[in-house]
Each structure stands twice: as C-alpha cells, then as structure tokens.
C-alpha cells in the first residue's frame, strides 16, 4: 500500500482522509496545525494510542532531517544540507533581517535547466520537491532555528516553475491561516524565465512576487550562458513579463547576476536599460534591476567583479532610468549560494565519507 503524504494534503483533504479512516472530521482541525509545527504523530496526545500507531503505519515522513549545517560568523546566516525521506539532498539558506527571517528554499533535487553560473545544476536534475518537502524546508528551519520564518524566496536548488503543480500547492499550504500562515506578498518566486509557467502563474494570480532571472540583455550572452533562452528568446520572455503584469498590476523583479568581463560593462548597463525600457514602454510598471556578484564555482571559469565594479554598473543604470541595487551577500565565509554544499555531500557520498 502506497504510504499517505500527510504534509502535502490540504485541510480539506485532511478532513476527507479521517472520515475514510472512520474517524471524525475534526481531527483534521486538530492535526493540520501540529503538522505544521513540525510535531511528530506519535508525538500529538490529542489523538489516541491506536491512532497513533494506526497513522504511523500508513503515513510517509516527509520531512526534511538535518544532515549538516554551517553557520555565518559575519552575519549567523545558516546553510542547511537536509536529507530527504529517499536519502536525497538539497539546501535551504536562513537569513536574519530587520523586518524579518527569510528562507531561501529549493524546488527540485538537482536542476535541468544547466545555467552556466550556478552550481545546483550540475549534475542534473534528479527529481522534484513534493509539496511536503517543499514546506518541510520552513518547519524544519522553524525548528532548528527556534525562530519564526516569516518570508520565503523560491531561488533555491532547481526552477520552481518546471515543478509547477508541486510549488502551487505549497504555495497554498504554507499561507493558510491553520498553518505557518506566511502571506503571499512574502513570498519571491524565481524563475530562469519558463514562459509557459509565466503565464499559468498569472492566470491563478496569487500576490506573490515574480523575479526573473534575466542576466544577460541579449540573446547572444544569454543563450552562452543559460540554455533555457534557445527555447525562450528574451523577446518572449519580456512579452509573458509584460502580460503578467497586465493582468495582475504586480511588479516584476528582474535579478541580474553580474560575471566579470562577461555581462559587466557599461554597454551592457546601457543595453539592459534600453531593453527593459522598451518592452514596459506605455505600460507603467515600475522595473526593478536586483543585481548579484556571481559566486564562484570550481568547475565553471566565471569570476566576480568587486564591490566597487557592482556599485559603477547599479549607478549606470540609474542614469538611465532604472531602479537598481546591489544584493547585500550574506553567509561569504560559508558560501550560502545553493548547490555547492549538496555537491559536496554526494562526492563524499559516493566515497563513503558522509558522517
């Protein structure tokens, strides 16, 4: 018998699966919270002995274990490596800020998408998050931390939009008011630009923010450096951005993850302006440029720029109308960018290493 994922059900849901066990539907109001508290069942003394154990036999454990973690001596960032119910890894980014903990979160086990920049798809993708592993990033941080996540941003390990019906549901579970209860409007969702997924996005119209993993201002650099654009030209990329926000009137964050000698220059500034500009021409949508010192990984030659390069390229879009910032980098003495961690932990897996 296939085991019940009781974390990615729904209230609703919850309440149809006691009523089939012969139970009554307020069980359901008393377990979907304590799921989400991360209580174990056998640790919910509401339920009878006999419940208990009957749930044990026929539910899946979900959530995410802590196989490792690293904590920031600068900023106490922490990077979590969590240990999947299959023996699989990803990494979740915790980080404190004036108005709030953020959790940066992943959607897949490895990535398919094979930006050059990025460490989380190397390798390859393995498979997607269920919902339940998708929310279980938050509890288990909630846990460990001690303390209350109350933003996420979907830039994790993976792309959220070729896992789409998983990410929606969570994206549902995670804001319902019975559970962790985080608005919509604290949650950033990051794409490398799956058109289709755009448009779906915009039709179910949840108040999250949309940010697009642009990085290049033509199709040239672009293709060079993230596959996804030999099928989707920036041109349509920047057409399912403008649509999106046609219908749901929210602005759209465009991150640009700038790689020295690359994709830095003042031409490149000048190129990017003049491309934003012209596709929200007539629009009013306010464009936000949110740029990113690429973090350096072993097996790709990229390098970062300085501070200083960073700041000159956010000031040359300004010029032109833009409005740009610097991402502040926290966790740089524990490298907090996704996939290197896991990368690690499967090399040392494969030689019998992992504690």
Request: charged share 25%; hydrophobic share 40%.
């Amino acid at each position: 018998m296939d085991r019940i994922d009781l974390y990615s059900l729904t209230e609703e849901e919850l309440i149809d699966f006691f009523i089939s066990l012969g139970e009554p539907k307020f069980r359901a109001k008393q377990v979907f919270p304590k799921l989400h508290e991360g209580v174990a069942i056998s640790e919910m003394t509401s339920l009878s002995k006999a419940l208990r154990e009957r749930l044990a036999d026929i539910t899946l454990d979900t959530l995410p274990r802590v196989e490792k973690k690293l904590v920031s001596k600068i900023d106490g960032t922490v990077k979590y490596l969590f240990r999947l119910h299959d023996g699989e890894c990803i990494e979740s980014v915790f980080m404190r800020y004036k108005h709030g903990n953020t959790l940066c979160i992943s959607s897949q086990v490895g990535c398919l998408m094979g930006c050059k920049f990025c460490a989380s798809t190397l390798g390859g993708k393995v498979r997607d998050l269920l919902p339940s592993e998708l929310l279980g990033q938050v509890i288990a941080a909630n846990l460990d931390t001690g303390e209350r996540v109350s933003n996420i941003v979907m830039m994790g390990i993976g792309e959220p939009l070729d896992n789409f019906d998983n990410v929606v549901r969570f994206l549902k579970l995670v804001n319902h008011p019975s559970g962790l209860n985080i608005g919509y409007r604290h949650i950033s969702l990051s794409t490398c630009g799956v058109v289709p997924g755009i448009y779906k996005l915009a039709e179910i119209d949840l108040p999250i923010t949309l940010s697009i993993s642009l990085h290049a201002s033509n199709d040239e650099k672009r293709t060079s450096i993230m596959p996804v654009n030999k099928r989707w030209h920036i041109d349509e990329l920047l057409k399912a951005c403008v649509d999106y926000y046609k219908v749901t009137g929210r602005r759209i964050s465009f991150e640009y993850t700038l790689i020295a000698g690359k994709n830095d220059t003042a031409e490149d500034a000048r190129e990017l302006a003049a491309l934003l500009r012209g596709a929200f021409r007539g629009t009013g949508a306010p464009i936000h440029v949110n740029l990113i010192r690429v973090n350096e990984v072993e097996e790709t030659e990229f390098t970062e720029g300085t501070v200083d390069s960073a700041n000159a390229f956010a000031a040359r879009l300004e010029s032109f109308g833009m409005v740009a910032t610097v991402r502040r980098r926290l966790g740089a003495d524990i490298n907090a960018a996704c996939g290197q961690l896991r990368r690690a932990a499967g090399a040392q897996a494969s030689e019998g290493k992992v504690e």
